[in-house]
């Protein structure tokens, strides 16, 4: 499947990486912008070319059948969102039953254009003691760019300016939510 991918990615679909996927067990993957279902793919895609195991999270009844086995063969893990269920602990355990764990989460949690970002991903970070990685799926250079991991301060304004000059001119399938 690695080959496959390489040749779908960098031939087919004429795409390229910058930076290197850093080697690290566990982080959160914040990957920006999510404007369409096409980035779940493109995901999946690049997962391979890295050849890399990278996870995400999603609520529990898509871990049911009959689609429950394709959801964990991609990396996912299931996660109690009821109202009762902290979302942020929820998650930053399932960490702590992983050897290696990448989650992969997007932001803005939606695929509509946001003018604020979701902090999930940033108290995840912090509660789990991990490291933050930025992915940006530049839709407008056919690129993937890869940051070095980032250790969240706990200051989120800053940490957070940092992360949104890392997306500063990245476009989106659709072009209209683009940074």
């Not at 990615?9 to 910058?18: D, E, H, P, R």
């Not at 959160?28 to 995400?56: C, M, Q």
């Not at 609520?59 to 009959?66: G, N």
Request: glycine share 8%.
């Amino acid at each position: 499947m690695h080959k496959i991918a390489k040749f779908i990615y960098f031939k087919l679909l004429g795409w390229k990486t910058v930076g290197d996927f850093p080697q690290v067990k566990k982080c959160v993957i914040a990957v920006v912008p999510h404007t369409s279902w096409v980035d779940f793919f493109l995901g999946l895609l690049i997962r391979k070319v890295w050849n890399e195991e990278i996870n995400y999270v999603g609520k529990k009844a898509l871990f049911k059948p009959p689609f429950g086995w394709f959801f964990r063969w991609t990396g996912g893990a299931p996660v109690d969102r009821s109202k009762n269920n902290n979302m942020v602990s929820a998650t930053a355990a399932v960490f702590k039953t992983r050897k290696k764990f990448r989650l992969t989460l997007a932001p803005e949690g939606t695929r509509k254009k946001v003018t604020e970002w979701k902090t999930g991903f940033y108290y995840i970070a912090i509660e789990a003691k991990v490291p933050i990685v930025l992915v940006a799926f530049d839709f407008g250079k056919k690129q993937v760019k890869i940051s070095k991991p980032y250790t969240p301060t706990g200051n989120k304004e800053e940490d957070f300016k940092s992360y949104e000059l890392f997306f500063k001119g990245v476009k989106g399938v659709v072009e209209k939510y683009s940074y």
